[in-house]
């Protein structure tokens, strides 16, 4: 898409807004959380063309940058417009419920309740709210913006009329070069939420596999967990029996520098994850150039694409000699590395920046009609 | 060998084009497969039963959770400095509402999580402790009260 034709986008996106701003509402903000961080992508994105997109959320941890609220501040103009960032219930999707305002819907997915059954059964009742209440936001949010295709099946399924798709804006500079690349001869990263659907003990069983062959497989889990939550109590149990310990890394959620340090010193990115909303960290192994192997779960087939193996069903055993291929043969890292890159130039700025520009002003547009 | 292919290439999502040869591939993943030495426990038989009910804990779970415990003290948080915000206008808004809010939630609850982390650690391993005296003892009463019932006459356990 040409520049011009760029431009033309915005300003038909200034011009439908006209005085009002794009509200943006969340659960929570947080920086390095997957939602926050898009919400903070779209507010910086929307004021480089003048579009004041503020965020109003339960609690604003500090250290975003970015201009944002506690939701008991929220004061709206009637030219406003309403932006939800929806992957769970909360208080921000109950005063969009219960002002009657028509919404933009931002779906990121919400997590089913099973996976947190056995280990976090706080987050069921949140979860089951979450998706219990989706056909009832139907009918406040004229159009919904799904974040991948795998997300869009749910929102038709809750009656939504008007779904589009847009995949989540990685920020050039998110994963931006910062000095030579030291990858260690055989780390392989995980980089997301150590949460039970993420099924990182499928990962330690897989190091188990890869140390067979070879001792010098680590693996770095990078992101956040709750060191006092039974799930994470499990992992360190699990991976002490396998004998993996020392192998494996848990690094928690760490600075952007360090998160990219992270992934540049990893040779392969693996996921085992059985739900995906999108997948960021996959979006990001791209751009660093990471061959990738998958569970072919949730949205990450159509977010790799064909640039990684993806796997069916719970094989760590043949996960691992995947693995152990990829890194005894540089030439098919190196196919894996360009088809990589190819992949990461479809979700780059460029192309999505104009559909959001399009997809924003017919929600504009849809919640005034109304 | 057949069947054992198969179900690698019911497993395996290969893009097109990525393997020049695939049926080779495979049979090299399979090959490879049945010449590995068997692992105890199996990790995929590991995976069946994560997060079920565990055996009794022992020394051997006291030792990794200390280990653990040790392994964080020896690596302390960096100290603590608080990063000024850009501009005039940042630094008198910092002066005026987020001094506080920012120190506690930079500094405090990371260092309250840490601690948090460290005494989880060291309690489990005292529950692992206690827990396999409290094992002990009850097996210890188990087998007097058997010597007392078949009437043969009691040892020395110390």
């Known amino acids: 898409m040409s520049v011009t034709e760029t431009t033309l986008h915005w300003r038909r996106l200034k011009s439908a807004l006209g005085r009002g701003r794009l509200v943006q509402l969340i659960s929570d903000l947080s920086a390095g959380d997957a939602v926050s961080d898009d919400a903070i992508s779209w507010q910086r994105l929307l004021s480089r063309v003048g579009v004041d997109a503020p965020i109003y959320g339960r609690t604003i941890v500090p250290g975003h940058g970015a201009r944002a609220w506690p939701l008991h501040r929220l004061r709206l103009e009637s030219s406003d417009v309403l932006i939800l960032h929806y992957s769970v219930w909360s208080e921000a999707a109950a005063l969009v419920a219960s002002m009657r305002r028509p919404t933009v819907l931002a779906y990121h997915n919400v997590t089913p309740p099973e996976f947190f059954a056995q280990f976090e059964p706080a987050m069921v009742a949140e979860t089951s709210r979450g998706r219990a209440a989706l056909p009832s936001l139907a009918d406040l949010c004229p159009l919904a913006i799904a974040r991948s295709e795998f997300s869009a099946r749910d929102l038709h399924a809750a009656g939504f009329v008007d779904v589009r798709t847009l995949p989540i804006v990685l920020p050039d500079e998110a994963m931006a070069d910062r000095g030579e690349r030291v990858a260690s001869p055989a780390t392989l990263l995980y980089a997301g939420r150590v949460a039970p659907h993420k099924r990182v003990e499928d990962l330690l069983a897989i190091l188990a596999y890869c140390r067979r062959a070879r001792t010098d497989v680590t693996l770095a889990v990078v992101g956040a967990f709750d060191a006092a939550s039974e799930y994470y109590r499990a992992l360190h149990r699990c991976a002490f029996r396998l004998g993996v310990h020392t192998g494996v890394r848990f690094a928690g959620k760490v600075s952007r520098a360090r998160f990219v340090a992270e992934y540049r010193s990893a040779r392969i990115f693996v996921t085992m994850s059985e739900h995906e909303g999108f997948g960021v960290p996959l979006l990001e192994a791209l751009r660093v150039d990471l061959p990738i192997v998958a569970r072919a779960a949730g949205a990450i087939p159509e977010i790799v694409g064909d640039a990684g193996i993806l796997l069916e069903g719970r094989r760590p055993d043949i996960a691992a000699e995947i693995i152990l291929e990829i890194l005894a043969d540089s030439s098919l890292q190196q196919r894996m590395i360009e088809r990589g890159k190819v992949r990461a130039a479809f979700y780059s700025a460029d192309e999505v920046l104009p559909c959001l520009a399009s997809l924003l002003t017919d929600g504009i547009e849809a919640t005034r009609r109304r | ?158």
């Not at chain 2, 692992?39 to 020394?59: I, K, N, S, W, Y």
């Not at chain 2, 030792?63 to 020896?74: C, D, G, K």
């Not at chain 2, 402790?129 to 058997?146: H, Q």
């Open chain 2, 1 to 158: 060998m057949l069947s054992v292919i198969d179900d690698i290439r019911r497993t395996v999502r290969l893009p097109e084009g990525l393997i020049a040869d695939e049926d080779r591939f495979l049979t090299r993943i399979a090959t490879n497969l049945g010449e590995r030495p068997p692992l105890d426990p199996d990790p995929a038989a590991l995976l069946q039963t994560f997060g079920g009910p565990e055996p009794r804990p022992g020394t051997d779970d006291a030792t990794y959770y200390l280990m653990w415990a040790q392994r964080l003290l020896a690596h302390p948080l960096p100290s603590n400095r608080q990063v000024p915000a850009p501009g005039l206008h940042g630094m008198l808004l910092d002066r005026l509402r987020r001094p506080l809010h920012a120190l506690i939630r930079y500094y405090v609850d990371a260092q309250a999580a840490r601690q948090e982390e460290i005494a989880t650690w060291l309690v489990r391993a005292v529950t692992a402790l206690a827990t396999a005296e409290i094992e002990i003892e009850r097996l210890r009463a188990r087998v007097e009260s058997l010597e007392r019932a078949s009437g043969s006459p009691s040892h020395d356990r110390t």
